[in-house]
């Protein structure tokens, strides 16, 4: 297969900095859109991988999977996209689309495992892929989305990931007009799930292990905020939530929400990947039909949902931007939490 040479940000081993190399990217086959990427999000999950901090990281890693950009060529059978539109591609780039979750749209939950924007195994180039951290992209159609043009188009960047993270349960879970909805932790992913639920017509509050983000939680739409670490603010919601998205991203005590769910409530934990320290006490579940469960992502029909709606209620992120050449200090602040409430990079930079 013919390949071309674009610029990009990548590491070559855990403990390496990021820097500028250069990678291939394929020609367009009949079914690819190639995208002139003007944006990409930075996520916990890009340095996680490229400090391989989860193992399996294949090196050079190029991490990236918030792009937005504009289609610059497209394939002979493509037929949804044109030369110019603006589009995304989020954190899937293919999958079998044959088991019985691709075709009911959970390409996320693929039985043979999806390919990943950055660091899945590239079944055209026998490699791996890499990620936005790059001038270009070519990637299958089926999994490239449409961008509203009256959006933020960087703002966007941050919904491929944050945002369909906490829409997936948010709609699985029916939030929306009379359902009261619980966000553990306000970072990138929980000023989304705070937007996104609002939007949705839900009542939202937040839960906050200090009041320092209780006026940003309101401008972003909460209802309410309670801290977590007051025993008598936690006892004042008690059965009150009907579903509890749990954005927070290491090892944490989940018990203490399970008793502020209402009969039949959800706790979903869409930011912690690993064991549960302490353990799950189930009598509140059995005693309220509770459940604890998880989510990944979505799929391209559920993102595509959640571009539109975006689209339609004016939503996005609330966004740093910065030059790819700070992506090594940006790393080490995102560490610290140090971010409202997500990186994106300003992809122009790669190419001055």
Not at 115 to 127: E, I, M, P, S, V
Not at 217 to 246: N, P, Y
Not at 323 to 344: G, L, P
């Amino acid at each position: 297969m013919n390949t071309y040479t674009v610029n990009a940000f990548g590491t070559a081993s855990p403990k390496a900095d990021l820097k500028q190399i250069n990678i291939q990217r394929r020609e367009p086959t009949a079914k690819d859109v190639e995208i002139d990427i003007l944006f990409c999000g930075v996520c916990h999950s890009d340095l996680h991988t490229a400090r391989n901090d989860w193992g399996g990281t294949i090196y050079p890693a190029v991490p990236g999977h918030e792009i937005v950009g504009r289609v610059t060529r497209t394939g002979a059978e493509v037929s949804r996209f044109k030369k110019g539109d603006l589009v995304a591609v989020g954190c899937l780039v293919d999958s079998c689309r044959t088991c019985d979750s691709c075709k009911q749209d959970f390409e996320q939950y693929c039985l043979t495992g999806f390919t990943g924007t950055y660091n899945g195994k590239d079944k055209h180039l026998n490699g791996h892929t890499f990620g936005g951290y790059s001038e270009k992209v070519v990637v299958d159609e089926h999994f490239v989305l449409k961008v509203p043009e009256n959006l933020d188009p960087a703002a966007v960047a941050p919904v491929l990931c944050a945002g369909i993270t906490t829409w997936s349960p948010l709609k699985h879970w029916n939030a929306g007009p009379g359902k009261k909805v619980g966000v553990i932790g306000l970072g990138g992913l929980g000023h989304m799930a705070i937007k996104l639920a609002k939007g949705l017509g839900a009542e939202v509050t937040l839960f906050s292990r200090t009041p320092g983000k209780t006026s940003d939680a309101k401008e972003l739409g909460a209802h309410d905020v309670i801290i977590s670490t007051d025993d008598q603010q936690m006892k004042s919601v008690r059965g009150k939530f009907d579903l509890i998205i749990d954005t927070v991203p290491n090892i944490h005590d989940v018990n203490p929400y399970i008793g502020t769910l209402n009969i039949s409530g959800t706790i979903v934990l869409v930011g912690y990947l690993g064991p549960l320290d302490p353990m799950l006490n189930t009598v509140p579940m059995i005693m309220g039909r509770k459940s604890v469960a998880g989510s990944l992502i979505g799929g391209i029909a559920e993102t595509q949902e959640l571009l539109d709606f975006c689209g339609e209620k004016n939503i996005v992120s609330d966004i740093e931007m910065i030059n790819i050449q700070d992506i090594n200090t940006a790393y080490e602040r995102m560490i610290k939490s140090d971010v409202r409430y997500r990186f994106v990079i300003d992809m122009s930079s790669l190419k001055n």
